[in-house]
C-alpha cells in the first residue's frame, strides 16, 4: 500500500515562509501539492513530474512557491515565501504512479490522482 506523508505545514505571519515535504514509500511518476481553505474547492498549487520538471504553476501562488524533488529519497518539496492570509488551509501532496506530463498537470492531477495525502494544515496570520 503506497503511503503519502506530508510535513512542514505550521503557524506562521504574513510575509513569512515555510517547506512543505511529501514523502513517498515508493517512487512515483508524479507528485503535486493542492490546498483547500475552509467552504473552498481544493486547488492545484504546483505538480512536478518526477525525474524531470516542475508543470507550470498555478496562478494563485505563481512567483512564491517553488517545487523541487529529491528522487532518491521518493520526497518532493513545496517551499512557500511572501505568505498571506489567504494562503491558510490545508495542503495535500498527491501522486500519479503512472501517466504522462498532462496528466501531471495540476488540473488533471486533482482528478487522476492514484493516491493523496492526509494534509498538513498551513495557517497564516495578519
Known amino acids: 500500500q503506497i503511503v503519502l506523508s506530508e510535513s512542514g505545514g505550521g503557524s506562521v505571519e504574513t510575509g513569512g515562509s515555510l517547506r512543505l515535504t511529501c514523502v513517498a514509500s515508493?517512487?512515483?511518476?508524479?507528485v503535486g501539492w493542492f490546498r483547500q481553505a475552509p467552504d473552498q474547492e481544493r486547488e492545484g498549487v504546483a505538480s512536478?513530474?518526477?525525474?524531470?520538471?516542475?508543470?507550470p504553476y498555478a496562478v494563485s501562488m505563481k512567483g512564491r512557491v517553488t517545487i523541487s524533488e529529491d528522487n532518491a529519497k521518493n520526497t518532493v518539496y513545496l517551499d512557500m515565501t511572501k505568505l498571506q492570509p489567504e494562503d491558510s488551509g490545508v495542503y495535500y501532496c498527491?501522486?500519479?504512479?503512472?501517466?504522462?506530463?498532462?496528466?501531471?498537470?495540476?488540473?488533471?492531477?486533482?482528478?487522476?490522482?492514484?493516491?493523496w495525502g492526509q494534509g498538513t494544515q498551513v495557517t497564516v496570520s495578519s
Open positions: 498527491a501522486a500519479l504512479e503512472r501517466g504522462n506530463r498532462y496528466s501531471c498537470l495540476t488540473p488533471n492531477l486533482r482528478w487522476r490522482a492514484d493516491y
Open positions: 515508493r517512487p512515483m511518476y508524479c
Open positions: 512536478y513530474e518526477i525525474g524531470r520538471s516542475p508543470t
